[in-house]
């Protein structure tokens, strides 16, 4: 998909938690978001944050690693937003709960920087990358 503007980025993200709101499994469920800096990843999860219900104004986690967003859908529970940028080595994740969190049914966890701690990723987890277009606030998100 294509975005020519933050807006239009954040209308993709609103728009692709819906479709994860419909989903009748309270299996967790794990989005992976790759791409360079400046590429509509926050941007996309600040519309997905809003699709879920959150008021909050969303910002990434470089710093604290994790930001956690109680949700009050009958489908799901929980959101982690996840910035994976500064992570070193997987075995990092231990101090931060990591498998726990993802454990917890009925929870959603984006995740930017995935590629850091793919050894510690689960096996079902869905990709997406994202990439500067050619013209100035273009984006192409691509769903695998």
């Not at 500064?86 to 931060?96: A, D, T, W």
Request: proline share 4%.
């Amino acid at each position: 998909m294509t975005s020519n503007s933050p807006s239009k980025t954040k209308e993709l993200g609103f728009n692709f938690a819906k479709k994860i709101l419909k989903e009748k499994s309270s299996c967790p469920i794990v989005v992976g978001l790759k791409g360079d800096l400046g590429s509509g990843k926050t941007t996309f999860i600040q519309g997905f944050a809003r699709g879920l219900g959150i008021k909050n104004r969303i910002m990434s986690p470089t710093f604290i690693i994790f930001r956690h967003y109680l949700l009050r859908k009958k489908s799901r529970a929980h959101l982690f937003h996840m910035d994976a940028y500064r992570i070193k080595k997987s075995s990092e994740l231990k101090h931060l709960n990591f498998e726990e969190i993802l454990s917890l049914p009925k929870s959603v966890m984006l995740i930017e920087w995935p590629e850091k701690i793919k050894k510690a990723l689960p096996r079902k987890i869905r990709w997406l990358e994202f990439r500067h277009g050619k013209k100035e606030n273009e984006r192409v998100i691509i769903f695998k």
